[in-house]
Every structure is written in C-alpha cells, then in structure tokens.
C-alpha cells in the first residue's frame, strides 16, 4: 500500500516550475535539496547547481530563498522573477 500523498495538479506544476532559468533546476528539485538540509541559499546552489548560471542567482536567488522560508514546500501562487535590465519575466 502507497502511503505518499497523491499530489494536486497545482502541486505537480510548482515541481516542474524552473526556478533557475539559467540551469533550467526546476523547483522540485530545489525542495529536495531543501528537505535533505540544505538551509541555506549557498548550500541549496551547491547540491543542485543552481546560482551558477549567467544571472548568479539574480533571478532565482529570491525565489530560492522563499522555498528556504517555505522549509522546501513548494511555491504554488504564482512569481515572477526579473533583473534590472532583462524586459522579460520569467
């Protein structure tokens, strides 16, 4: 018998959300590594490589950050992330 929680479709979008545009880590991934222990924004960049890309966490840092507060739960309300010089959201 599955013990596991079946997930709501919302649920299973913020999993597949990329987080971190410039590595393409989706959010799930970043929760992982958040329930694993990773309780900073350093350590989250470390175990899944995120932060590393051509922003250097410019987009997802904050993004990242709220997961950290969330204790890895994933973000379902809609973000948007963006730099001062980028005429995209992401």
């Given at each position: 018998m599955n013990s596991e929680k079946k997930l709501s479709i919302e649920e299973?979008?913020?999993k597949i959300k990329v987080v971190c545009i410039c590595k393409g880590i989706k959010q799930g991934?970043?929760?992982e590594a958040i329930t694993?222990?990773?309780?900073t924004r350093d350590k989250v960049n470390t175990a899944t490589g995120s932060g590393s890309g051509g922003c250097?966490?410019?987009?997802?840092?904050p993004v990242i950050d709220k997961l950290i507060?969330?204790?890895?739960k994933p973000i379902i309300?809609?973000?948007k992330t963006e730099?001062?010089?980028d005429?995209?959201?992401y």
């Open positions: 299973i979008k913020a991934k970043i929760c694993k222990g990773a309780d250097k966490a410019t987009r997802c840092g507060e969330n204790k890895g309300e809609p973000y730099i001062e010089d005429d995209m959201c």
